[in-house]
């Protein structure tokens, strides 16, 4: 089946300091999905990739998709302690044929920053 | 507006015991359906998803097994609890017919299994 993996698995930065987490897929996907869990919370939906090498922003995060839609990366620019969570990749949870919506998610990259 | 909700938000359970944890959607029809369970500091596992009433998948053999008795209605269940099954359990759902559309959480059960 699909695999997403998802490095580092852990990140701590200073605050003011850059992060990025990487999503490196098994197959090609038609498209990537980013989601943020707070500590004691539930992952919420951030944004949607779905073109090749497409690249969209949310105020300091960047989100990029790969040429050959099979990596996808989320960079955030000075880092307040407001972005501190798990950030998770996913992409569609099937190899061939309909995915019933399902997706497969990375390990996802915890984030702890220090104020 | 669509809400999801899940209880109850934590548990305590015996080894041995039954459990039986409830999803339900409102302001949506016909949503796929999904359990999901996160051990402490990992990544979501899915355990089950619904694409209409009474149909369910398994996408790993465990101790447990879930239904949906209404649309918007699901339940994850077992018999009999083991020390392993504890973790946060997840509802989540999405717009059915695409694998285009982002799936929308609940706020978690947290289980703990002793």
């Known amino acids: 089946g699909q695999q997403v993996m998802q490095i580092p698995q852990y990140q701590h930065v200073q605050e003011g300091e850059d992060f990025t987490t990487y999503c490196n897929s098994s197959?090609?996907?038609?498209?990537i999905q980013w989601y943020k869990q707070r500590p004691g919370g539930h992952p919420v939906f951030l944004i949607q990739?779905?073109?090749?090498?497409e690249v969209k922003k949310q105020k300091r995060l960047t989100f990029q998709f790969g040429e050959a839609k099979k990596n996808s990366s989320l960079h955030i620019t000075a880092t307040q302690t407001t972005d501190v969570g798990t950030y998770f990749c996913?992409?569609?949870?099937?190899?061939?044929?309909?995915?019933?919506?399902?997706?497969?998610f990375g390990q996802g990259t915890i984030l702890t920053v220090h104020p | 507006s669509q809400t999801i909700h899940q209880w109850p938000a934590t548990l305590v359970q015996p080894v041995g015991s039954p459990l039986s944890l409830e999803c339900t959607v409102e302001g949506t029809s016909n949503p796929n359906l999904y359990w999901y369970r996160q051990a402490a500091g990992r990544g979501l596992q899915l355990l089950f998803y619904s694409v209409g009433i009474g149909q369910i998948s398994s996408e790993v053999p465990q101790n447990l097994s879930a239904s949906r008795p209404q649309d918007r209605q699901f339940i994850l269940s077992s018999k009999k609890l083991l020390l392993s099954d504890s973790g946060f359990y997840l509802c989540a759902w999405s717009i059915s017919g695409s694998s285009y559309n982002e799936q929308f959480f609940g706020p978690g059960t947290r289980l703990t299994v002793l």
């Open positions: 996913a992409g569609p949870g099937y190899a061939g044929g309909t995915s019933y919506g399902k997706l497969t």
């Open positions: 197959t090609t996907l038609s498209n």
């Open positions: 990739l779905v073109k090749s090498g």
